[in-house]
């Protein structure tokens, strides 16, 4: 976790307080331990503009902010529709995914490996070259993918948004965003935004 704590502080983070042997139950699997260090260390919330997924349904107050469980058959979905990772002959129950975002991409694990520690990461991009497959795969875990974007140590841009490429962002807990919403300010930054303090303004449906 070093290296990704350099690049992205967890000052709005928050330990998730996960039970794991229940989320493992849920999810038919177990769970890479760089994983579980995220979410004691952050917890659930996004990176710029990539939320990273918790692993099963919260209580929420205002917005679902979505979970592995919830989004594992959307994701298996995609692999199913567009034929998975080239040379990979494998159906989607091999797939779980982590994180969502960055202009509509979508992030997980491919889990042929009894070792969750040995998991690579998968990566379904919407925006693509002609010709390329949406899906490829990164030989390496969750954290040290997003540390290997943020430094720009991939041999290209591993998504098909440019925003955390080459660049840190700040973490947002998706408790705090939600209380920076309700106070009237923007999720991401925590600055007041007329945008919002309207929108709180209309009256209830």
């Not at 699997?29 to 952050?42: E, I, N, Q, R």
């Not at 592995?68 to 567009?82: I, N, Q, Y």
């Not at 070259?129 to 795969?137: M, V």
């Not at 920076?180 to 007329?194: I, M």
Request: with cysteine; hydrophobic share 40%.
């Amino acid at each position: 976790m070093k290296p990704l704590l350099s690049l992205v502080s967890p000052a709005h983070g928050a330990d998730e307080q996960v039970d794991w042997q229940a989320a493992e139950e849920a999810l038919g699997a177990g769970l890479p331990s760089d994983y579980k260090a995220f979410m004691s260390v952050y917890g659930a919330g996004d990176i710029g503009e990539l939320g990273i997924l918790g692993p099963l349904p919260v209580d929420y107050v205002q917005w679902d902010p979505g979970n592995v469980l919830d989004a594992t058959p959307g994701f298996r979905g995609l692999w199913d529709s567009e034929g998975g990772v080239p040379g990979v002959t494998a159906d989607s129950s091999v797939v779980l995914p982590w994180g969502s975002g960055c202009n509509a991409n979508e992030l997980g694990w491919l889990t042929l490996d009894p070792d969750p520690d040995k998991w690579p990461v998968v990566a379904w991009r919407r925006q693509i070259r002609y010709g390329d497959s949406r899906w490829k795969l990164f030989d390496c875990g969750m954290v040290d993918f997003l540390v290997r974007m943020m430094r720009a140590d991939f041999d290209e841009c591993p998504l098909g948004d440019a925003s955390l490429w080459g660049e840190a962002a700040p973490f947002v807990h998706w408790r705090e965003q939600q209380r920076r919403w309700l106070a009237g300010l923007d999720p991401e930054t925590g600055e007041p935004t007329p945008l919002v303090q309207d929108f709180l303004q209309w009256p209830a449906s």
